[in-house]
């Protein structure tokens, strides 16, 4: 009796391919990355990429796209400065952590792709994360305007594109004690 190798369909072969893409732009880079290699990682044909993705762009985007989890929601009762620093370490990881170089890789390699990058990062991480930041504020009995929500991610995002070495929590906790507590406070948020 011959036992043969069962195949995989559906989400277990969609989260094999979209780990594919992420372990090749992390070895060969986007500009090198071809539907034929993420198929070979994947165990998989280029017929079964095709299937779901028109083109290396949309297969990138869409395993991007998953690598990034919206903020934690920050329970009732949370002082300020921690739910800040809950929101600010999560959007740090999301900028830095070991997957987060797939998006270094491919803002620095993609010629065309980088404003697309930098809008699936915002609809994904940033907006969330801002939302998070005036909820905590409110929550707090403050107002807080889109400057003011916004300067947290920037700062770190800022950093993180400049070249810096990943924020340190130090970094993180002076972002929130130098500048956001003392823009909310001005608000009335303390």
Same mark, same amino acid.
């Given at each position: 009796m011959t036992v043969t190798a069962s195949r995989?369909?559906? $989400? $277990?072969l969609r989260r094999a391919i979209l780990d594919a893409v992420v372990e090749q732009l992390g070895t060969v880079g986007y500009a090198k990355l071809?539907?034929?290699?993420? /198929?070979a990682a994947a165990g998989t044909g280029k017929a079964a990429l095709y299937r779901r993705?028109?083109?290396k762009e949309e297969l990138v985007r869409d395993a991007l796209r998953d690598?990034?989890? $919206?903020?934690?929601e920050i329970p009732d009762g949370t002082p300020l400065r921690d739910g800040l620093l809950v929101l600010l370490r999560h959007f740090d990881r999301a900028l830095n952590d070991s997957r987060g170089t797939a998006f270094q890789t491919v803002a620095a390699e993609a010629a065309d792709g980088t404003g697309e990058l930098r809008s699936l990062f915002h609809e994904s991480v940033t907006r969330p994360c801002e939302e998070r930041?005036?909820?905590?504020?409110? /929550?707090?009995?403050?107002? /807080?305007?889109a400057s003011a929500v916004s300067a947290g991610? /920037?700062?770190?995002?800022?950093?993180?594109?400049?070249?810096?070495?990943?924020?340190?929590d130090a970094q993180i906790q002076a972002v929130v004690d130098d500048v956001l507590l003392p823009l909310f406070r001005e608000g009335g948020a303390a």
């Open positions: 995989r369909r559906g $989400e $277990e071809s539907t034929n290699k993420v /198929a993705w028109r083109n690598l990034l989890s $919206e903020p934690p930041i005036a909820d905590l504020v409110r /929550a707090h009995g403050g107002t /807080a305007g991610p /920037a700062l770190l995002f800022y950093h993180c594109f400049a070249g810096g070495p990943r924020s340190t």
